[in-house]
């Protein structure tokens, strides 16, 4: 499709307001209903707030990396931009839907890109109950937290919990622990995409967990139930030689 629309935003970082700075003056720019493409100038957390902001526009998104992490971001240069996304390569990707009842009864909901996860609030490590598609797969697991990872977001939280790095088109997700407690040597499980999970929250009086889908945080949660939504779209584009698919192969090799 032809990139002739560009919104450019940026982080406040000055090298990402420096950038959108040349960048206007090269081409132009335009609000994002009004766009064909959104050009984020930033990191991968700002990536994320770019995506959720506009995540019901079904715009693409071509990152550049002026942030610190970028691993889902293309290489910063201002020439040639036009080139770039005509040549770039799409990745459509599904964010997980993330529902919660919470112990005063109230009910929320929430995207993630990268990941859902749950976290003791307290000093005591939470106790949960694991269902898979309504079938107990884990009676009680004792932990700091245990979350849902997209392939995305597999080389981000979920990497630094030990879980596993899933290529893009795979269809799983990984269902990773946090400092698992009981069973010790439990080190999570890969799951079908389609795939609904749902966490029972035990003792949550004693015990107060919080989910987090993303950067969207719900206390005091009594149960969570989580599944990809796959009415949500999101195109990222990337370079070809700096594909994501590629990223995360080669991650996965890294010392």
Request: hydrophobic fraction near 40%; proline fraction near 5%.
């Amino acid at each position: 499709m032809p990139f002739s629309r560009i919104c450019i935003v940026a982080s406040d970082a000055p090298a990402a307001q420096e950038a959108a700075e040349k960048l206007e003056k090269l081409y132009g720019n335009c609000a994002p209903q009004d766009a064909d493409v959104i050009v984020p100038l930033g990191g991968d957390g700002f990536m994320l707030e770019t995506l959720h902001r506009h995540i019901d526009l079904n715009i693409p998104v071509y990152g550049m990396h002026r942030g610190s992490v970028g691993f889902l971001m293309n290489n910063y240069d201002a020439e040639g931009l036009i080139n770039r996304l005509d040549s770039s390569e799409a990745v459509t990707m599904h964010p997980l839907k993330m529902a919660t009842s919470t112990l005063d009864g109230e009910q929320h909901t929430a995207l993630a890109i990268n990941e859902v996860s749950l976290l003791r609030e307290s000093r005591q490590a939470a106790k949960i109950r694991i269902k898979i598609d309504g079938i107990t797969r884990m009676d009680e697991l004792i932990c700091d937290g245990i979350l849902v990872s997209t392939p995305a977001g597999s080389t981000a939280y979920n990497l630094s919990a030990h879980g596993s790095i899933i290529p893009l088109g795979s269809k799983l997700l990984a269902l990773t622990p946090i400092s698992a407690f009981r069973p010790r040597r439990w080190r999570g499980a890969l799951l079908p995409s389609s795939g609904v999970v749902s966490f029972e929250i035990l003792e949550a009086d004693k015990r107060p967990v919080s989910a987090v889908a993303d950067y969207t945080e719900i206390r005091d949660v009594r149960e969570v139930t989580v599944s990809e939504d796959e009415s949500t779209s999101l195109k990222l584009l990337f370079d070809p030689e700096h594909n994501l698919e590629e990223r995360i192969v080669r991650e996965q090799f890294l010392p």
